[in-house]
């Protein structure tokens, strides 16, 4: 098991700085997912860790020893592509076993591992192919399966699995998680997919323009948000936010001051019966636009004091257009932040 440790690191690319500053600490085994928007950088932090590019300042460490100059050969770190990067004219299963081949492993060792590691994956009966002759999926599973066969300390991610169907993904998801739980090495993952960042993680590192906006459990991400970026980019579909009028119905001391927002995620809407816990405020009357069928539950589209609200509810009542339904929170489970900076004001 290995620790990794980035400190103060910067990289720019021509004028654009794209790594602003990255300190991050991964702890030994961890299972690390970043995530963020498309351009914020991850992929060139994992590249930096990885030695395919170097940093124009700071400092990476693995197991406390600064690896900046080392050769990428040499860090002993395996990293699964966004492009998968397979050698076209070797088949499956030398793919598969070419890093344990430079390791100087038995080929009875390598065939072994490739074995396991290809049963896991479902890749066991394409070992005899070369990549040209598989699906995009296929591919993506044997670059996974190349990375994770070698076992080294330090395995790197970088949305391995978005290339596949949904069936699949969920699947591959629980596998690299099972491998996660039964290897000793440090992972980090990166993803664009909600699911895995918060089942997979044992922490969210959350980037945004080439800064580490924040780290933690995905519960904390999830219920404890710094700002408004980080609670709108974690949770599908997206935390509600809402201003003006029903702000002022807040009885927290924070919420008397003007340019402030409430956050309510979807499933923390309820239907005012009447009676209200000690913690629950009244909200006003939701008027129901849309309702979506998802199977237990409804999404239903609507506005609240003339603002576009999305709730979830467990009820199995029909809905129909142009229906008010009186509504109300819980107020541990809302947030407020303040407009300008999106600060969570309540944390
Ligand atoms: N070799 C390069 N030369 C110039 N610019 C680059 C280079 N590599 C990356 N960039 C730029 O750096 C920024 C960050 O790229 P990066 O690939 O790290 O983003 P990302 O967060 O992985 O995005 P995505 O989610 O789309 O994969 C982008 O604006 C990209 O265009
Ligand atoms: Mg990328």
Redesign the pocket.
């Known amino acids: 098991m290995a620790t990794i440790e980035f400190s103060k690191c910067a990289k720019s690319?021509?004028s654009?700085n794209?790594?602003k500053g990255i300190d991050l600490e991964v702890a030994a085994g961890e299972f690390l997912v970043l995530v963020?928007?498309?351009?914020?950088?991850?992929?060139?932090?994992?590249?930096t860790l990885a030695g395919l590019?170097t940093l124009d300042a700071g400092e990476i460490k693995i197991d406390g020893k600064v690896i900046n100059n080392t050769e990428p050969q040499d860090r002993n770190i395996a990293m699964v592509f966004?492009s998968y990067a397979l050698y076209p004219h070797m088949t499956v299963e030398e793919n598969m076993g070419f890093g344990l081949k430079l390791q100087g492993l038995a080929s009875s060792e390598i065939s072994k591992r490739v074995k396991e590691i290809g049963d896991l994956l479902q890749i066991s009966p394409l070992l005899t192919r070369r990549p040209k002759e598989l699906s995009g999926g296929q591919r993506q599973r044997v670059a996974l399966g190349r990375a994770l066969a070698r076992q080294t300390p330090v395995i790197l991610f970088?949305?391995p699995l978005s290339n596949l169907d949904a069936h699949l993904r969920t699947q591959m998801r629980v596998e690299i998680k099972r491998l996660h739980q039964n290897s000793k090495s440090t992972m980090i993952y990166?993803t664009?997919d909600q699911m895995e960042a918060t089942t997979m993680g044992d922490r969210i590192a959350v980037?945004k323009d080439?800064v580490i906006e924040q780290v933690g459990t995905p519960t904390e991400i999830y219920h404890r948000p710094k700002n408004m970026f980080i609670a709108s980019f974690i949770g599908s579909p997206e935390m509600n936010f809402i201003e003006g009028k029903t702000v002022s119905k807040l009885p927290w001391p924070e919420a008397q001051k003007a340019d402030q927002v409430l956050g309510v995620r979807p499933e923390n809407f309820k239907i005012n019966n009447g009676s209200l816990g000690s913690q629950e405020v009244a909200l006003g009357d939701y008027t129901v636009e849309l309702s979506e069928n998802l199977g237990g539950q409804q999404m239903l589209h609507g506005h609240l004091d003339g603002q576009p609200i999305r709730m979830i509810t467990d009820s199995i009542d029909k809905f129909s257009t142009g229906q008010k339904l009186p509504l109300k929170i819980d107020l541990t489970k809302a947030h407020l932040f303040d407009k300008k900076t999106g600060e969570n004001q309540r944390l």
């Open positions: 690319f021509g654009a794209i790594l963020g928007p498309s351009g914020c950088g991850k992929s060139t932090l994992l590249r590019e966004q970088d949305e990166v664009h980037l080439g």
